[in-house]
C-alpha cells in the first residue's frame, strides 16, 4: 500500500499524510482518527525507523531568470512547511554541471530527496541517482532516462500555451506572426514550436521558417533577433518563448526605433514580474509557479515515504493579454 491511497481513503493530501506520520504536523483530533483509520484499512506500514532528518536539495538552470528564482521561492517555503530546509544550486546552463550536481547531491547522506530542473535531456548521473534510490522529482524540462527508470514529473504544456498565444496574435488580424523560441533540442522549445507551428496552419496562415528564430533564454539575445524582424516582408506579431527573451526583444526594438505594439505585437511565455512593469505591459502566457511547486513537493512527499511510486502531472498555461499585442494596423491604401 501506498501513502498516496492513505491520503485518498482519509481524504487529505499526500503531504498532509506524510508531515502527520513524522510528528511534524499537528491536525485536528477528526482528522488524525481518519489518517490513522486509513492507515489501518489500507495497511500501511509506517516504519518510523528509516525516516531521515534532512535537506530538499533543488537543482535549477539559473537564478538570473526571474522565473527560476520565484519557483526556487516557492518550492523553499513549501519545503518549510512540510518541515524540510531546501538547498539550491544552480547549474549554469551546462550539461556537465547538471551531471555534476546529481552526482553531488545523490552522494550526501543529508539530501533526502531531489528537485530537478534542467536544461538538457540526457543526465546519466540523475538516472544513476534515481536507480540508487534517492528521491526524484523533474519538472519542467523532461529528461529522457531508459524505461527501467521511474520518475515523476511535473511539466506545463507548452505545445498548448503557444497554440493559444499564436491563436490570439491570429485572431487579432495578424497574418505574418514570428517565433523567437529557446536553443533546439529542448522538449518545452520543440513543444511551443510545434504549438506555434499548428497554430498558423489552423487559421490558414503559412508557416515562414525565416520567421522561426531559436537561441538562447537571454536578453541578449531577444535584442539581438530585432534586426531580423525588421527586414523586407517583416512580420507584425512575435510570439517569444521566454519573458527574459522579450524584455531583450523591447529594448532592442526600442534602440531602433521599432514601437511596440503599433509596428510589431509581442507575446512572451513565464509570466515574470517584470512584466507587468515593463512599457507597454508585456502579454504573455503565465507559468502556474505555485501550483508547479506544490505539485513538485507532493511527488517529492509520495517518492521519499512511498518508493517506486510514480506520478506524471502537465499543467496548464494562461494567457494573461495585456499591452504589448494589438490588432495590426491597416495597410495603406494604394
Known amino acids: 500500500m ?6 485518498h481513503e482519509a481524504g487529505v493530501s499526500v503531504s498532509t499524510v506524510s508531515r502527520y506520520l513524522r510528528g511534524q504536523l499537528k491536525v485536528q483530533d477528526k482528522t488524525a482518527q481518519r489518517i490513522d483509520n486509513a492507515v489501518r484499512a489500507t495497511g500501511y506500514r509506517v516504519d518510523r525507523g528509516t525516516r531521515r532528518d534532512g535537506f530538499i536539495a533543488m537543482v535549477v538552470p539559473e537564478l538570473t531568470n526571474p522565473f527560476y528564482t520565484s519557483l526556487a521561492e516557492e ?20 550539461h556537465a554541471r547538471e551531471n555534476a550536481l546529481s552526482a553531488q ?41 531508459a524505461p527501467s527508470t521511474a520518475v515523476s514529473t511535473v511539466t506545463v504544456d507548452n505545445y498548448g500555451g503557444a497554440y493559444q498565444a499564436t491563436s490570439y496574435l491570429a485572431t487579432l488580424g495578424h497574418r505574418r506572426i514570428a517565433h523567437v523560441g529557446g536553443p533546439p533540442g529542448l522538449l518545452t522549445s520543440e513543444d511551443r514550436l510545434r504549438g506555434y507551428r499548428d497554430a498558423l496552419a489552423a487559421h490558414g496562415l503559412d508557416a515562414d521558417e525565416h520567421l522561426v528564430l531559436r537561441g538562447p533564454y537571454t536578453e541578449e539575445y531577444g535584442a539581438s533577433v530585432v534586426p531580423y524582424l525588421t527586414r523586407a516582408g517583416a512580420p507584425t506579431a512575435v510570439f517569444v518563448g521566454s ?6 526583444l523591447l529594448s532592442g526594438a526600442e534602440l531602433q526605433g521599432l514601437r511596440i505594439p503599433e509596428d510589431l505585437s509581442v507575446v512572451g511565455c513565464d509570466g515574470i514580474q517584470l512584466g507587468q512593469w515593463l512599457r507597454p505591459r508585456l502579454t504573455t502566457l503565465a507559468q502556474p509557479v505555485r501550483p508547479l511547486a506544490h505539485a513538485a513537493l507532493e511527488a517529492l512527499g509520495g517518492a521519499i515515504d512511498s518508493p517506486g511510486e510514480t506520478t506524471r502531472q502537465v499543467l496548464p498555461l494562461q494567457l494573461v493579454v495585456r499591452g504589448s499585442a494589438v490588432a495590426p494596423r491597416p495597410a495603406p491604401q494604394a
Open 2 to 7: 501506498t501513502l498516496t491511497q492513505v491520503a
Open 75 to 94: 518550492c523553499s517555503t513549501l519545503a518549510a512547511e512540510a518541515g524540510y530546509s531546501l538547498l539550491i544550486a544552480a547549474s549554469g546552463r551546462q
Open 105 to 145: 547531491l545523490s552522494g550526501t547522506d543529508s539530501i533526502v530527496g531531489l528537485i530537478f530542473a534542467g536544461m538538457h535531456r540526457t543526465n546519466a548521473e540523475l538516472e544513476r541517482a534515481i536507480a540508487g534510490g534517492l528521491p526524484v522529482v523533474v519538472i519542467d524540462e523532461e529528461v529522457d532516462l
Open 243 to 248: 519573458d527574459i527573451v522579450a524584455v531583450g
